[in-house]
């Protein structure tokens, strides 16, 4: 990999770090994490309810579009689960035998938001929802991120609009000397996918 990228990526994990910092502190004054549940002060959580719209003011007030359109989005939940179940069932299978580290489902599917007591029961169906489903699809990228590294380390000739979390890995494109010489080497290199950041 080129220097100055190895440069540039070494300062963006500095800074994700002190993000990740910055946000623990926020935390600190609002609401804490213990065995994966959230637990808020209690004056906030207390403003929490007084803020939450009661159900039947939120269903009188929804627009008919969303109404209409609640079904066609839930539809979607079938072959997300059906996704999640291939995917976890091919993970399972195959990265023991081809040496990949297995992808960690609790770290990309994080359900929290029912916590909210400013949310009412749709809102935090609504929530679990779109938790599910966007976690899944950050569960089935980094697992199709991890087989790409295995079988096919070589960037694209045309710009990404975003790249995955392995990609900076990758030999450049049309680059067949390198390719050659750490092809093999970058099966095996998963040595960094640990420090993912835990929240």
């Not at 770090?17 to 906030?44: G, N």
Request: hydrophobic letters at 40%.
């Amino acid at each position: 990999m080129n220097k100055r990228i190895e440069e540039l990526l070494a300062g963006i994990k500095a800074l994700e770090k002190e993000m990740r910092e910055e946000i623990q502190r926020i935390r600190i004054d609002t609401y804490e994490i213990r065995d994966r549940t959230v637990r808020f002060k209690d004056e906030i959580r207390a403003h929490h309810k007084a803020q939450a719209q009661r159900l039947f003011d939120y269903l009188r007030h929804a627009r008919l579009k969303h109404v209409l359109t609640a079904p066609v989005i839930w539809l979607c939940i079938f072959p997300a689960l059906f996704m999640d179940l291939i995917v976890t069932l091919y993970q399972a299978v195959c990265f023991p035998v081809y040496g990949i580290p297995k992808v960690k489902r609790r770290d990309y599917l994080v359900f929290d938001r029912h916590y909210l007591a400013y949310l009412n029961i749709i809102q935090k169906a609504n929530c679990l929802f779109c938790a599910y489903f966007n976690g899944l699809m950050a569960y089935v990228g980094e697992i199709a991120a991890r087989t790409e590294q295995y079988w096919c380390p070589i960037k694209h000739a045309s710009q990404l609009k975003r790249e995955h979390s392995r990609y900076q890995r990758f030999v450049e494109y049309g680059d067949s000397e390198q390719f050659q010489a750490q092809a093999g080497s970058l099966r095996s290199d998963f040595h960094d996918v640990d420090e993912a950041p835990k929240s």
